[in-house]
Nanobody, 124 residues
């Protein structure tokens, strides 16, 4: 069992910044951040191989969000800059402990561990 503990988030005005963190209690192969706004499907916004390496960003956050992790023992972070009202959502840390091919990294069902979710609210 792997526990994912998220922190950060909150409320900010448009143009502001927030940082989310996710600490895993055990081994993970690939991690990501998903978000879900009311009435919308859960979408992946960023992903990273545990310990660093290749990163993924959704088009909607490219240039504004940065995902990072120094090494496998440290938390994963999502630094969010130039926030927009449309970034308002519940954000979830997700992890896969098994090999996850690139073609499937965007599928929420492929992740076997999830954090409890953390609210991000951006006001205009």
């Amino acid at each position: 069992q792997v526990q994912l503990v998220e922190s950060g988030g909150g409320s900010v005005q448009a143009g502001g910044s927030l940082t989310l963190s996710c600490a895993a209690s055990g081994y993970t192969y690939y991690m990501g951040w998903f978000r879900q706004a009311p009435g919308k499907e859960r979408e992946r916004v960023a992903g990273i191989y545990t310990g660093g390496g290749s990163r993924y960003y959704a088009d909607s956050v490219k240039g504004r969000f940065t995902i990072s992790q120094d090494d496998a023992k440290n938390p994963m972070f999502l630094h969010m800059n130039s926030l927009k009202p449309e970034d308002t959502a519940m954000y979830y840390c997700a992890a896969s402990t098994a090999f996850l091919p690139t073609t499937r990294q965007g599928l929420a069902a492929e992740y076997n561990y999830w954090g409890q979710g953390i609210q991000v609210t951006v006001s205009s």
